[in-house]
């Protein structure tokens, strides 16, 4: 019974934080400084992060959860491929697709992202699958308030957040200099440490890739295996310790790769990073099983 209110809660504190992200959307952002894509990125990975700390997955939210990692890996690799192909390369195999290819080829060339209005459209879909188990043993009149309710606090929340955002983050505008800096975005800054871990390019290549698509075996994980017991805590603190590499590993792709930090913390990091999704659910779950038979 206590799993079941421990994970509901986390099923609507995932969901308030999202709406808290994708509700600063509507304020204007100072150049560039809260940004949709920004915003979806930042929203995507919280949603990525709960998942995969409650690990309810149905037949339906497998289905959503890869097709959204599916969808996230793609969206991540277009800013690289515009690094490597020739100008209009991409706008030319957009429209290659049959119906929509012309559709899509005229909005990349006149800067619509479409790339993320379809990966928000995927993140809305997932939500939707991921409570409507939940939502199944309430009424519909309970649902409605409570998300009317959540969607007000998370309006008021966006907007608190989208202002603090845009007073910390944004570039003074400096009319009569022609001074500019050229930095990454903040979610690719991850994937140029991965790319670092090693020395080999092609296994930092291959690292990126495994880096992106090693959430899609979350289902398999039986995260609500790791929450039995008195050991849930140490899932708890695993999911806490993932936060906290990814993050540590977005400041360091951000340093020179020559700093010594980058040298020697980043094949660190990308090794707990992996070790999470291969070693440590399997590690953790026969502590957990231990734990459970030792109780009864």
């Excluded at 700390?53 to 800013?79: C, H, N, Q, T």
């Excluded at 697709?97 to 995927?122: E, Q, R």
């Excluded at 805590?233 to 806490?240: G, I, V």
């Excluded at 906290?244 to 930090?261: K, N, Q, R």
Aim: a positive charge; glycine letters at 8%; charged letters at 10%.
């Amino acid at each position: 019974m206590s799993d079941e209110i421990n994970r509901s809660r986390a099923h609507d504190i995932g969901l308030f934080l999202v709406l808290v992200v994708l509700a600063g959307l509507l304020l204007p952002a100072r150049n560039g400084a809260l940004s949709l894509t920004g915003t979806f990125y930042l929203a995507l990975f919280i949603h990525i992060g709960f998942s995969i700390y409650i690990g309810d997955f149905s037949a339906w939210r497998k289905v959503s959860w890869v097709l959204l990692i599916g969808v996230w890996v793609m969206s991540e690799l277009v800013p690289f491929l515009s690094f490597l192909v020739p100008w209009g390369q991409l706008e030319f195999w957009l429209a290659q697709f049959p119906l929509i290819g012309n559709i899509m080829a005229a909005w990349s060339v006149t800067g619509y992202d479409f790339k993320i209005v379809l990966s928000l459209a995927i993140l809305i879909v997932d939500l939707g699958v991921m409570h409507h188990a939940t939502w199944q043993r309430h009424s519909w009149r309970r649902i409605v308030i409570f998300l009317a309710v959540v969607g007000v606090a998370a309006v008021v929340s966006g907007i608190a957040f989208g202002l603090t955002m845009n007073r910390l983050f944004s570039l003074p505008d400096l009319p009569t200099e022609d001074t500019f800096q050229i930095v990454s975005p903040w979610y690719l800054l991850p994937f140029y440490a991965l790319l670092r871990a090693t020395e080999n390019k092609l296994g930092g290549l291959l690292l990126m890739f495994g880096a992106m698509f090693a959430p899609a075996i979350a289902p398999f994980m039986r995260a609500e295996r790791l929450r039995q017991g008195h050991l849930w805590r140490l899932w708890l603190f695993a999911c806490l310790a993932l936060a906290i590499i990814w993050a540590a590993l977005g400041y360091l792709g951000s340093l020179s790769p020559d700093e010594s930090a980058v040298v020697y913390l980043v094949p660190v990091l990308t090794t707990l990073y992996f070790a999470f999704f291969l070693i440590v659910p399997s590690v953790l779950g026969r502590l957990v099983r231990r734990a459970v038979a030792a109780e009864l």
